[in-house]
């Protein structure tokens, strides 16, 4: 049960490392990146990142879920990039990974397991 909160944990908190690295120091273009570029970044890959960290907290898998549909068409977009931001991708996943985990140590509690 400690790994899958534990993966949810590493997957927002990873996303949200990667976000910082993104908007303020990006090494790809040495640029601060533009205010709407921030602002849609912060909506799209750090709030569901937030979300993650609390659903791992708290061990809720719909807040997983959430923060997995939230982030999946930019995280999308950013897997296919070659780049370090291509992990927004698998952060995503282990997104829904966690969820998964949640919900199946729930019902093994359940069972008596």
């Given at each position: 049960?400690?790994?899958?909160?534990?993966?949810?944990?590493?997957?927002?908190?990873?996303?949200?490392?990667?976000?910082?690295?993104?908007?303020?120091?990006?090494?790809?273009?040495?640029?601060?990146?533009?205010?709407?570029?921030?602002?849609?970044?912060?909506?799209?890959?750090?709030?569901?990142?937030?979300?993650?960290?609390?659903?791992?907290?708290?061990?809720?898998?719909?807040?997983?879920?959430?923060?997995?549909?939230?982030?999946?068409?930019?995280?999308?977009?950013t897997a296919m990039t070659p780049s370090i931001f291509n992990l927004?991708g698998m952060t995503s996943v282990l997104y829904l990974v966690s969820?998964?985990?949640?919900?199946?140590?729930?019902?093994?509690?359940?069972k008596g397991l």
């Open positions: 049960m400690k790994i899958t909160k534990l993966i949810g944990l590493s997957a927002s908190v990873g996303s949200m490392i990667l976000w910082f690295i993104f908007t303020f120091y990006n090494p790809y273009t040495h640029e601060r990146v533009e205010n709407d570029v921030l602002i849609n970044t912060l909506f799209t890959l750090f709030a569901p990142a937030c979300v993650a960290l609390f659903g791992s907290v708290i061990k809720n898998p719909s807040l997983m879920f959430i923060a997995f549909v939230w982030s999946l068409p930019i995280s999308l977009y927004f969820g998964i985990l949640f919900i199946r140590d729930k019902s093994l509690r359940n």
